[in-house]
């Protein structure tokens, strides 16, 4: 690498140390604004993504409750979360040397009991790729049908220090990056609400080549599954990134809705050179334009044999009681900086 290279790396990952979060001016209104307007960008080449941010199920136990009430005991058995970070490529993207960094995935839920908000986990984010696929300029990779995606891999993901992890979409290959927890079924039966987070920036690729962040259009999301030890134990999907086909399938053991369920997430964000949060929070009501203002999956389209019926306009679950209100989210706001230390 050469002594000038050795010391832009350095320069680097200081850089990554001591930057700080810069909040937004009302950080309680980014985080409402995240959960009900559209999306900063689309993704890039026409691939499914950029969607308006939804609610599907909050994460409680009421809500899954009475959502899944003639699908089996979901419920009953709810002990664990799981969080996803989706990178993509933005539209209008130039940069070939830029990376997103980021740090500090993490999870809070709301006490029932106390009022207060609980961390679940705050981790350094890791996770897998997701190919796409492409025929006469379109995609054709089907999105949330992960039966169907192949390939998946680390990609060139590299851990820049101990909270900090990178990546590079690119127009074939976006990121899905977790962090997970099992807080007990217990403590589900005490969940009030969830709060979500993940921190993103962009760095330079390689030092020792031109700074071309300002060509750069990446975009984020974060959202969250909820689901059983006992399938966090046996999934594919958590083992190596790949769902076979009974996840996808509801008459099977690990299939949606018998033992995990889609969550809720927030608007893409565009990231930029400073570090930005990007998060969520179960506050409603909100739907997938794309769904035809129904319920996101695997109550509603793209997977016909999942729909919940009734779904005209009517998805009570993305509705007080089941979430918060918007004045509730700003008379008890989340912890919305990370802890002082991530775990790898």
């Not at 990952?13 to 309680?28: E, F, I, K, R």
């Not at 994460?59 to 009430?69: F, I, K, L, M, P």
């Not at 997938?288 to 009570?316: I, L, Q, S, V």
Request: hydrophobic letters at 35%.
């Amino acid at each position: 690498m050469g002594i000038r290279g050795v010391l832009l790396t350095l320069v680097s990952l200081a850089m990554l140390a001591v930057t700080p979060s810069l909040p937004a001016a009302d950080p309680v209104q980014d985080l409402i604004d995240n959960m009900q307007k559209d999306s900063d960008l689309p993704a890039s080449g026409g691939k499914p993504g950029a969607f308006s941010p939804g609610v599907g199920f909050p994460g409680t136990y009421e809500s899954v409750r009475d959502a899944c009430a003639d699908h089996g005991n979901l419920a009953e058995l709810l002990d664990s979360v799981i969080t996803w970070t989706w990178i993509w490529e933005g539209e209008g993207n130039k940069a070939t040397n830029t990376r997103v960094a980021c740090r500090h995935a993490r999870a809070y839920w709301l006490s029932k009991s106390t009022g207060r908000w609980n961390l679940a986990f705050d981790v350094r984010p890791s996770g897998l790729t997701w190919p796409m696929t492409w025929r006469d300029g379109k995609c054709t990779t089907p999105f949330m049908e992960p039966a169907k995606v192949s390939g998946r891999g680390f990609g060139n993901q590299r851990n820049e220090d101990a909270e900090v992890m990178s990546c590079k979409p690119t127009l074939n290959i976006n990121y899905e990056l977790w962090g997970k927890t099992n807080i007990g079924h217990e403590a589900f039966l005490d969940v009030k609400a969830w709060y979500l987070a993940t921190d993103v920036k962009l760095i330079v690729d390689d030092p020792a080549q031109p700074d071309d962040r300002d060509l750069a259009k990446y975009i984020a999301t974060v959202g969250a599954d909820f689901m059983t030890s006992q399938r966090d134990k046996t999934s594919n999907a958590i083992k190596f990134g790949v769902r076979d086909k009974r996840e996808n399938d509801r008459n099977q053991p690990d299939g949606y809705p018998n033992r995990v369920v889609d969550g809720f997430h927030c608007r893409y964000r565009l990231i930029g050179k400073d570090w930005l949060t990007v998060h969520a929070i179960s506050m409603g009501p909100q739907y997938h334009k794309e769904y035809g203002n129904r319920p996101p999956p695997p109550w509603g389209p793209p997977w016909a044999d999942h729909t919940y019926r009734p779904t005209k306009n009517a998805w009570p679950y993305a509705r007080p009681p089941y979430v918060l209100t918007e004045d509730e989210v700003r008379a008890n706001p989340p912890p919305l900086l990370p802890t002082a230390k991530a775990k790898p």
